[in-house]
């Protein structure tokens, strides 16, 4: 009996070789990975040949109805919906029950492979030392109002050791009135600073953004982290969506919404 389960999967195994042989390993087909993002109402990215496209929302909206998306309301993962737009995203179950839902932060990603989502949390930043070293190298004086001023600690790199990420900025200041508006997002990593997003320019009133970091996610399943960067204009005009990778100690911009 043993001699003949042996002689059995022996002849399987020459059988796959040979089917392996016949049909060739470039006739193997590996199906591309495949991915859309939501970012509230004002983002729609898409993974195409490896690549992270800005689409139209209003042309894309009618192929989203049968996907099935992962929903994140403030960085956090509430379940798994199909969506429908209106003034905003509405959210049906798999029997297609419309879900109620807190307002709030929206980010939703749907796709044919794992996608790996760092927990975030922000608070104001008691510790100025990297801050004041980025408005010096930057030649920036008028420091009197921060509009935004948020310190994020996260294990960018997955090796048990945090990073320090903050964004800041003096956009839309109430107090006062700046020469300069600043919004920007750096990195300080082992006493380097590794910049995300700059923007300084002259004060008209109006312009500028406040920057947050969004979402941490590793979006194309190479175990390592991507960044979602907003960046808040003033008013009703969209806010400014942006995705980086970290590569070659830089932050590199995959994609926006611009």
């Known amino acids: 009996m043993k001699k003949k389960y042996i002689i059995f999967i022996a002849l399987l195994i020459i059988y796959f070789l040979i089917l392996f042989a016949f049909i060739g390993i470039n006739n193997i087909t590996i199906k591309p990975k495949e991915a859309t993002i939501i970012i509230d109402t004002e983002t729609l990215w898409k993974l195409n040949n490896g690549n992270w496209i800005n689409m139209d929302s209003k042309i894309y909206d009618n192929e989203l109805s049968d996907k099935l998306f992962t929903v994140f309301i403030n960085n956090k993962n509430i379940g ?91 956009a839309f200041a109430r107090e006062t009135s700046p020469p300069k508006v600043f919004s920007i997002a750096f990195m300080e990593k082992e006493d380097k600073i590794y910049y995300l997003y700059k923007s300084i320019e002259e004060n008209d009133g109006q312009n500028g953004c406040k920057p947050y970091i969004n979402m941490v996610m590793d979006l194309d399943n190479d175990k390592k982290y991507e960044i979602i960067l907003s960046c808040g204009y003033y008013s009703i005009q969209n806010r400014y969506d942006m995705m980086y990778s970290f590569k070659d100690n830089a932050f590199k911009l995959l994609v926006d919404n611009k």
Do not use: C
Not at 114 to 134: H, L
């Open 80 to 170: 798994n919906f199909f969506l429908e737009k209106e003034n905003n995203w509405l959210l049906y179950d798999t029997n297609r029950n419309l879900v109620k839902y807190e307002g709030g932060s929206f980010f939703a990603v749907n796709s044919n492979y794992p996608i790996n989502v760092k927990k975030i949390t922000a608070q104001q930043t008691s510790d100025f030392k990297y801050i004041n070293q980025v408005l010096y190298d930057n030649n920036i004086t008028d420091t009197s109002e921060f509009t935004v001023n948020l310190h994020y600690e996260i294990d960018f790199d997955d090796d048990g050791k945090t990073e320090n990420f903050y964004t800041i900025s003096n």
